[in-house]
């Protein structure tokens, strides 16, 4: 049976309740109620506040490029980025180019500074001011990490999965003045917003909600008694759902009546294939009967942990972080007794960039990368294209 290290802060087994924490649900229960009242009085607030910083409508006005939102209603591991890097490589291959616009959450260097990623793409209207390309702010960036993981540390650990497949970002708090800046740099013909379901202060031409298909609304409870940031019934405010993590075109039926009428469609994330250190892709097939050691920083470790063992690893024990967590040597150190001799360790795309340049320069560390399958893709894509949703 495969051994499970948790190495979870504090403040993480507060919000789970685990152990001596369970005491505080009742504290917790209330404070969901204080954050109840606040979502009513924020919604009748930003009520019709959504501003978009482009005039006309898709289509009406050239230059004018379609907002798409992606988000959720949980906090963390609902697929937003390979869903965002799906549609975004999708409208590639049709001859558009989205920009993503992104918080940059994650981010420790740089935090609070707008920064452009222009993963080889031309900036298009100047250089101008107000804002650091990616490789100046590394550049300034006085940190002893590897570059991988300066780079994470600086720029936010989903942001390199853009990076490395080539979608442009633009990382800025305010959503609103980083789609100004995306379309004045790319002129692209759609922008992509992050995680930003949650987000009233720029209008969206689509807005896509990722729901999980075995349990769409987690526990059913508003945070920080739950995972929820949002009710259920904000669901009908989505203009698209997609299931994710489905094993059956099947809506579950507590999620019936939200997305009656809505266009809906099934996700799973499949494995694609291995890096290795020099960042050359290997085969799948090379974790068939490989003794290892898993770990990773991401909000649903089981997902990633069922995902190695589907593909024939044997693991040896399997270490647990936080999400987005920062690696440091004490953590490789208590990894590494677990692997003994000859065993590979592997982990998350974004964990392999902040965590591989830690490991002796003997150690195996793979990174099992992953992409999402949409049902029904081609559909989608063609509707994020006329925007006529």
């Given at each position: 049976?495969?051994?499970?290290?948790?190495?979870?802060?504090?403040?993480?087994?507060?919000?789970?309740?685990?152990?001596?924490?369970?005491?505080?649900?009742?504290?917790?229960?209330?404070?969901?109620?204080?954050?109840?009242?606040?979502?009513?009085?924020?919604?009748?607030?930003?009520?019709?506040?959504?501003?978009?910083?482009?005039?006309?409508?898709?289509?009406?006005?050239?230059?004018?490029?379609?907002?798409?939102?992606?988000?959720?209603?949980?906090?963390?591991?609902?697929?937003?980025?390979?869903?965002?890097?799906?549609?975004?490589?999708?409208?590639?291959?049709?001859?558009?180019?989205?920009?993503?616009?992104?918080?940059?959450?994650?981010?420790?260097?740089?935090?609070?500074?707008?920064?452009?990623?222009?993963?080889?793409?031309?900036?298009?209207?100047?250089?101008?001011?107000?804002?650091?390309?990616?490789?100046?702010?590394?550049?300034?960036?006085?940190?002893?990490?590897?570059?991988?993981?300066?780079?994470?540390?600086?720029?936010?650990?989903?942001?390199?999965?853009?990076?490395?497949?080539g979608i442009p970002v633009v990382i800025d708090p305010d959503r609103t003045r980083g789609a100004a800046l995306a379309k004045r740099l790319f002129s692209p013909s759609h922008i992509i917003l992050d995680d930003a379901f949650q987000n009233r202060s720029i209008r969206k031409d689509v807005d896509i909600l990722l729901l999980d298909a075995e349990m769409p609304y987690g526990n059913g409870r508003l945070l920080p008694a739950g995972t929820l940031r949002e009710r259920p019934p904000a669901t009908r405010r989505a203009d698209a759902i997609i299931f994710t993590r489905a094993r059956a075109?099947?809506?579950?039926?507590?999620?019936?009546?939200?997305?009656?009428?809505?266009?809906?469609?099934?996700?799973?994330?499949?494995?694609?294939?291995?890096?290795?250190?020099?960042?050359?892709?290997?085969?799948?097939?090379?974790?068939?009967?490989?003794?290892?050691?898993?770990?990773?920083?991401?909000?649903?470790?089981?997902?990633?942990?069922?995902?190695?063992?589907?593909?024939?690893?044997?693991?040896?024990?399997?270490?647990?972080?936080?999400?987005?967590?920062?690696?440091?040597?004490?953590?490789?150190?208590?990894?590494?007794?677990?692997?003994?001799?000859?065993?590979?360790?592997?982990?998350?795309?974004?964990?392999?960039?902040?965590?591989?340049?830690?490991?002796?320069?003997?150690?195996?560390?793979?990174?099992?990368?992953?992409?999402?399958?949409?049902?029904?893709?081609?559909?989608?894509?063609?509707?994020?294209?006329?925007?006529?949703?």
């Open positions: 049976m495969m051994k499970i290290v948790e190495r979870y802060p504090v403040r993480l087994r507060i919000f789970e309740g685990a152990g001596v924490w369970a005491l505080l649900y009742p504290v917790r229960l209330a404070l969901a109620g204080v954050y109840r009242l606040w979502l009513a009085a924020a919604r009748e607030r930003r009520a019709g506040s959504g501003v978009s910083p482009f005039s006309g409508s898709p289509g009406s006005v050239p230059g004018r490029p379609v907002v798409v939102s992606v988000g959720n209603l949980e906090v963390g591991g609902g697929g937003k980025t390979p869903c965002a890097i799906r549609i975004a490589r999708g409208l590639i291959e049709l001859g558009g180019l989205p920009v993503v616009v992104s918080r940059g959450y994650g981010r420790v260097a740089g935090r609070g500074r707008t920064c452009v990623v222009p993963a080889g793409r031309e900036l298009r209207g100047g250089s101008g001011g107000g804002f650091l390309i990616d490789e100046e702010l590394l550049a300034s960036s006085s940190s002893t990490l590897d570059p991988l993981a300066r780079a994470a540390e600086a720029l936010g650990d989903e942001i390199l999965l853009y990076r490395e497949r075109r099947r809506v579950p039926g507590e999620a019936e009546r939200y997305v009656r009428g809505k266009r809906v469609f099934f996700a799973s994330h499949e494995p694609v294939d291995l890096l290795d250190r020099t960042r050359k892709p290997r085969s799948l097939l090379h974790l068939e009967g490989r003794e290892c050691v898993l770990f990773s920083g991401i909000a649903r470790p089981r997902v990633f942990e069922e995902m190695a063992l589907s593909l024939g690893a044997r693991p040896r024990a399997a270490f647990r972080f936080a999400d987005h967590h920062r690696y440091g040597p004490a953590d490789v150190h208590s990894m590494l007794p677990e692997g003994g001799g000859g065993a590979s360790y592997v982990t998350t795309e974004k964990d392999w960039a902040k965590a591989q340049g830690l490991f002796p320069l003997d150690a195996e560390v793979l990174a099992l990368r992953i992409e999402m399958r949409i049902e029904g893709f081609e559909e989608l894509l063609a509707l994020l294209a006329s925007s006529s949703f």
